[in-house]
């Protein structure tokens, strides 16, 4: 239904792991850039990590260096966000989104369409 779908996410305590998927329904949502996003009730859409198609070129959010990992699957249309180390900070709604053109990827107005986001809870 959406253009992207997101899943993964759950419960998880401390220092655990969890690893986020983001499957474009149809191959034509795909972008040039794709990127994972992430808010919390009351706060703004915060940039957590970006990859480029077709280079794979990544930028981070400062929060997210050493920690996280973003990556694609060509052939499955998906991109994947690899979250070690989670803190209950990183307690958040994670969506993905594609922008179409080469440019400022933390910005969440620069990005075309979104998934419904997936849940991750961090707490003990």
């Known amino acids: 239904q959406a253009p992207l779908v997101e899943s993964g996410g759950g419960l998880v305590q401390p220092g655990g792991s969890l690893r986020l998927s983001c499957a474009a329904s149809?191959?034509?949502?795909?972008?040039?850039?794709m990127g994972w996003f992430r808010q919390t009730p009351g706060r703004e859409r915060e940039f957590v990590a970006s990859?480029?198609?077709?280079?794979?070129?990544?930028d981070y959010a400062n929060f997210a260096k050493g920690r996280f990992a973003i990556s694609r699957d060509d052939a499955k249309n998906t991109i994947y966000l690899q979250m070690n180390s989670l803190e209950p900070e990183d307690t958040a709604v994670y969506s993905c989104?594609?922008?179409?053109?080469?440019?400022?990827?933390?910005?969440?107005?620069?990005?075309?369409?979104w998934g419904q986001g997936t849940q991750v809870t961090v707490s003990s």
């Open positions: 989104a594609a922008k179409v053109r080469v440019g400022s990827v933390t910005l969440p107005t620069e990005y075309s369409y």
């Open positions: 149809h191959r034509s949502y795909i972008s040039y850039i």
């Open positions: 990859i480029a198609w077709r280079g794979g070129s990544t």
